[in-house]
């Protein structure tokens, strides 16, 4: 090998060498955003910054690419306590799906200088915590047993406004359990509205019997006067009937009769009488 070979060989090492080290190449995958950042010169910094995707070459020395996913991303946080309205104590497991807004990535980095992992365990955590004490404290033990799904609403809608414009928080739960005495106290609650309403419902039923009887005894009477009315009508009309037929007549005047007959008869030309002999 010529010595020329060798020096050529050598230079190509040096820059391979000079390459790796000093340029640096990154990938800025689907679904993600790439900020390459200057780090040297007068405008060092975020101001001096561009969205890239697609790969990326740089020189290490003077620039930075940073890679931030836009997709949904999941989060949950271990549990924690926090007071209500009146000092009752609940213990959450929150968690929630959030995305970052793509067009505010690079002004998200200029504000906090830190990966999404560092901002999941710091910034969004703080501004849930927050936001959990807020919401919290404006709801007592029954309305926010009663009403779930409003109070997660509540949380969402206050975390949203915190981190505005820089993530979008889309689902939330609390995962809500309250103390050892709080449940209790909500059994024997249930358990007391569930005699309650037991006993409510044997008055019902009481109630109810009660006036089917009353309708019973009413229909019962009803008919009985019907069936009266019915019969007083039926002698009414034989009694009427009667009356106004000859033989009722003749029939009266035997029923009257004590079984004697008169002691003087006229005759038949009206001026003899006669003594009838008697019994």
């Given at each position: ?112 200088r830190l990966s999404l992992k560092q ?8 501004a849930l915590l927050v936001s959990l ?145 008697q019994k």
């Amino acid at each position: 090998m010529s010595k020329g070979s060798i020096i050529g060989i050598v230079i190509g090492v040096l820059i391979t060498f000079l390459f790796v080290g000093f340029v640096g190449c990154e990938r800025i995958d689907a679904g993600h955003v790439g900020i390459k950042v200057n780090m040297a010169g007068g405008n060092r910094g975020i101001s001096k910054s561009e969205y890239v995707t697609g790969w990326v070459f740089y020189m290490k020395t003077a620039s930075r690419v940073y890679e931030f996913p836009t997709y949904q991303q999941h989060k949950e946080y271990d549990p924690f306590t926090i007071p209500t309205k009146g000092g009752t104590v609940f213990t959450v497991h929150p968690s929630f799906n959030y995305s970052l807004n793509p067009s505010n990535v690079d002004s998200m980095f200029a504000t906090f200088r830190l990966s999404l992992k560092q901002l999941e365990n710091g910034y969004l955590k703080n501004a849930l915590l927050v936001s959990l004490r807020e919401v919290t404290n404006t709801f007592t033990v029954d309305s926010m047993l009663n009403n779930l799904a409003g109070y997660d609403g509540a949380v969402l809608n206050r975390l949203n406004e915190k981190l505005h414009p820089f993530f979008i928080v889309s689902t939330f739960t609390t995962e809500m359990e309250p103390s050892e005495a709080l449940k209790a106290t909500i059994d024997k609650k249930t358990l007391a509205l569930q005699e309650a309403l037991q006993l409510e419902n044997e008055q019902k039923k009481i109630k109810i019997q009660a006036e089917n009887e009353i309708i019973q005894a009413k229909k019962d009477s009803t008919v009985t006067v019907v069936a009266a009315q019915a019969k007083a009508r039926e002698i009414s009309l034989q009694q009427e009937a009667l009356q106004k037929s000859p033989q009722y007549v003749e029939f009266i005047k035997w029923s009257k009769w004590n079984g004697e007959l008169p002691q003087y008869m006229l005759g038949s030309g009206g001026n003899i009488l006669m003594n009838l002999p008697q019994k």
